[in-house]
């Protein structure tokens, strides 16, 4: 039976981890991912989980372990957020173009400066051009879920790329819930032993690794991780629904929330969902036609679900915790590229709100929703909007 | 142009390496330096005028790739698979029979 424990995401993020059976954890503590490889350590000094847990002097020096465990054969983890993040940034790269399924739990939090610990996802958002598959979950129980589904989806023979799962700095990491931890027996039905596809150490069949490519094989060789990428579509859709069948918990790339009917809907990631959730179910009860798309997937990014999606809005309100320079948010961007070519498309809002830990209260949504229903009305109306900026002491 | 020593290893290796990609662009073979041509990144290429050579073997002696190997005859023969253009036999050469001109693909 599978038992329900009150636990942080820190610490459902490391149950995910033991469950994975990971044979090599490399990890440097961060604010507010600490707790992931504080649990794990313990895990592995209990004897409760058969793994090497190296400690290291650094980040860049946790992911590059990683890189070499995985590369070795065996299945690796690691839990790092922020500035931590951002120092694996190149080791990032070579793990997606070395095809190593590593999974990275990620506690999303603001980047300096100034030096900031609490939420934002600027930081996972700062590493989506890396090839690596990134998840964003709403509860301490998606965030263990994800991490299982992550590793499956990362070491299916037709994806083969590291994954990051971010979980919301503190909101999460740091809250307490009920999470449901799934019977070992039936995580190992789900996810099998590691055997790795490609990239191993076997003395009989020497190869060579992380190789130097010419101009004339580069390209190419990217191109497989683009590959990788657009396969990993099928392949979560996949295991997600696996997953539904022996957990009963559904995911989808964007879950829709009261999106039927809906003129406005918002579009959003991680625990900022719930909120959003909680503040349609309030509008609903007034009449107002608002829905909620959350984002679990965002790379490889659901192109063809945003699609769909936009069918059935007239305004699409983005609602984003990261911010690209002159763009606005990144959800913007990747919104606006799946959207360009459609013939009929809703009209996108953008919103930055809640950078850095600050509040997303029910205040701010309705400023949001005053700007979208503007926009609706076809008046005119600011592509990006700063949300509950304090102006007065600009 | 005499043959490079290398190319029976080079066509053995050639053929059982396969042209496809592997995931993480592994090599397979081990020692496939030998037939990956480092020849690519050249912008300048050695050209070499035989009536002017006096076989003194400066440029197959200073060529540090190596990328000059000897005919029958003794005279140099360029490797272009491997020349990376550094210009360096041009330049000892003492009777000027290495000129570099500018190579256009």
């Known amino acids: 039976m599978p038992i329900r424990k009150v636990m942080k995401a820190n610490e459902a993020a490391a149950w995910a981890a033991k469950l994975a059976k990971p044979k090599v954890i490399a990890a440097f503590p961060i604010t507010p991912?600490?707790?992931?490889?504080?649990?794990?350590?313990?895990?592995?000094?209990?004897?409760?989980?058969?793994?090497?847990?190296?400690?290291?002097?650094?980040?860049?020096?946790?992911?590059?372990?990683?890189?070499?465990?995985?590369?070795?054969?065996?299945?690796?983890?690691?839990?790092?957020?922020?500035?931590?993040l951002a120092l694996m940034h190149e080791i990032l790269f070579i793990?997606?173009?070395?095809?190593?399924?590593?999974?990275?739990?990620?506690?999303?939090?603001?980047?300096?400066?100034?030096?900031?610990?609490?939420?934002?996802?600027?930081?996972?958002?700062?590493?989506?051009?890396?090839g690596w598959l990134q998840f964003y979950a709403e509860n301490n129980q998606e965030a263990l879920d994800l991490i299982l589904i992550a590793f499956k989806v990362a070491e299916d023979e037709r994806v083969l790329l590291p994954a990051m799962v971010g979980f919301d700095a503190f909101i999460l990491t740091h809250t307490v819930e009920p999470v449901e931890i799934p019977d070992q027996e039936l995580v190992d039905e789900f996810l099998g032993e590691y055997v790795p596809k490609h990239a191993y150490l076997d003395p009989s069949k020497p190869i060579t690794q992380g190789t130097l490519a010419f101009p004339a094989h580069y390209m190419e060789a990217r191109y497989t991780v683009w590959e990788a990428n657009e396969n990993a579509k099928k392949v979560?859709?996949?295991v997600f629904a696996e997953f539904e069948k022996r957990f009963g918990r559904k995911y989808q790339k964007i879950e829709e929330y009261r999106t039927d009917d809906a003129e406005i809907i918002f579009v959003t990631m991680g625990s900022l969902a719930g909120t959003v959730k909680e503040y349609v179910?309030?509008?609903?009860?007034?009449?107002?036609?608002?829905?909620?798309?959350?984002?679990?997937?965002?790379?490889?990014f659901p192109t063809e679900e945003v699609r769909e999606l936009a069918k059935k809005a007239k305004v699409l309100a983005l609602l984003e915790k990261n911010v690209t320079f002159s763009i606005g948010g990144a959800l913007f961007q990747d919104f606006s590229r799946a959207l360009i070519n459609e013939k009929e498309k809703p009209v996108i809002v953008d919103f930055i709100l809640g950078l850095g830990g600050r509040d997303v209260t029910f205040k701010d949504l309705d400023e949001a929703l005053g700007i979208?229903?503007?926009?609706?009305?076809?008046?005119?109306?600011d592509e990006v909007n700063w949300i509950g900026l304090r102006k007065e002491i600009l | 142009m005499a043959e490079s020593p290398f190319k029976a290893e080079i066509e053995?290796?050639?053929?059982?390496?396969?042209?496809?990609?592997?995931?993480?662009?592994?090599?397979?073979?081990?020692?496939?330096?030998?037939?990956?041509?480092?020849?690519?990144?050249?912008?300048?290429?050695?050209?070499?005028?035989?009536?002017?050579?006096?076989?003194?073997?400066?440029?197959?002696?200073?060529?540090?790739?190596?990328?000059?190997?000897?005919?029958?005859?003794?005279?140099?023969?360029?490797?272009?698979?491997?020349?990376?253009?550094?210009?360096?036999?041009?330049?000892?050469?003492?009777v000027d029979a290495i000129t570099m001109v500018r190579e256009v693909k």
């Open chain 2, 12 to 94: 053995r290796v050639q053929k059982e390496y396969s042209e496809k990609m592997t995931p993480g662009a592994i090599a397979v073979i081990p020692g496939s330096s030998v037939v990956n041509k480092t020849g690519s990144w050249r912008v300048f290429m050695p050209e070499f005028n035989r009536d002017k050579c006096v076989r003194c073997y400066l440029c197959y002696i200073y060529c540090p790739e190596p990328a000059i190997y000897l005919d029958e005859e003794n005279y140099p023969v360029f490797d272009y698979d491997y020349c990376k253009g550094c210009g360096i036999c041009a330049n000892e050469c003492p």
């Open chain 1, 95 to 130: 793990a997606a173009g070395m095809r190593l399924p590593i999974v990275i739990a990620v506690g999303n939090r603001a980047l300096s400066a100034p030096i900031n610990i609490w939420n934002d996802w600027q930081d996972t958002i700062s590493e989506r051009d890396t």
């Open chain 1, 236 to 238: 979560i859709d996949e």
């Open chain 1, 372 to 381: 979208a229903q503007k926009a609706l009305a076809g008046e005119e109306f």
């Open chain 1, 33 to 84: 991912s600490t707790l992931v490889p504080e649990k794990i350590s313990e895990f592995v000094a209990d004897g409760e989980l058969d793994a090497e847990f190296i400690k290291v002097e650094s980040e860049h020096s946790a992911i590059s372990a990683c890189v070499g465990a995985s590369a070795a054969g065996v299945r690796t983890f690691t839990a790092t957020a922020s500035q931590g």
């Open chain 1, 281 to 300: 179910d309030m509008l609903r009860e007034k009449g107002v036609k608002v829905g909620v798309a959350k984002i679990t997937v965002y790379r490889p």
